[in-house]
């Protein structure tokens, strides 16, 4: 289901955002801690801070929209294009777009993706973003922490307002709509 992004993506580095492969080894307690695995990976960092990267964490918190994603797709997030790349040779999806706020991620990372003729990434912000059709998928996956104000301020707002884009529950019984970690920033749970 997923690809492997660390021979897909290189090294590099545009505005305040860069991507960057790493190691964890298996003495690293934080990791044994956290359930991570040893193994090499990569990551996409803003100023130091960790954005998103392709640990099995990513990969654990980010299944259900996988199974889910069918017809008509909207993203919120570009990040690594992990959950893209994961999804856009399903024959059930349609079309991909993905918006993506930062110009600078759609240039370090977009342009290093191979993505196939179903998705198409719109530079604009999840929370000002107009779509022009109905999506039987919604996903936000936007966020490089989670908690209770976020799940409050952020993510309940969103779905509240990307619900008028989901195409009637008459038309798909099986529309979808979420965000990332959505249950464990809700209730507190760290990941």
């Not at 690809?3 to 934080?30: A, C, R, W």
């Not at 259900?64 to 993203?75: D, E, T, W, Y």
């Not at 409050?152 to 019984?173: F, T, W």
Request: a negative charge.
């Amino acid at each position: 289901m997923y690809k492997d992004m660390t021979e897909i993506l290189k090294d590099g580095k545009v505005g305040d955002f860069e991507l960057s492969h790493f190691e964890i080894g298996e003495n690293d307690l934080y990791a044994m801690l956290h359930g991570i695995p040893k193994g090499r990976f990569i990551r996409l960092t803003r100023r130091g801070e960790v954005v998103m990267s392709d640990t099995d964490m990513e990969k654990r918190t980010n299944a259900a929209f996988i199974r889910n994603a069918h017809g008509k797709v909207l993203i919120g997030g570009l990040g690594i294009g992990l959950i893209i790349l994961a999804i856009q040779d399903k024959e059930e999806v349609e079309q991909i777009i993905v918006v993506e706020k930062n110009k600078e991620v759609i240039d370090l990372v977009g342009s290093q993706l191979p993505l196939n003729s179903k998705v198409a990434i719109v530079n604009d912000d999840v929370f000002e973003y107009k779509p022009d059709l109905k999506y039987n998928t919604i996903y936000m996956d936007i966020w490089n922490y989670i908690n209770e104000d976020v799940y409050r301020e952020e993510m309940k707002p969103l779905i509240n307002r990307y619900r008028k884009y989901l195409v009637p529950q008459s038309e798909d019984e099986n529309r979808y709509i979420d965000c990332w970690c959505k249950y464990q920033a809700k209730n507190g749970i760290r990941i």
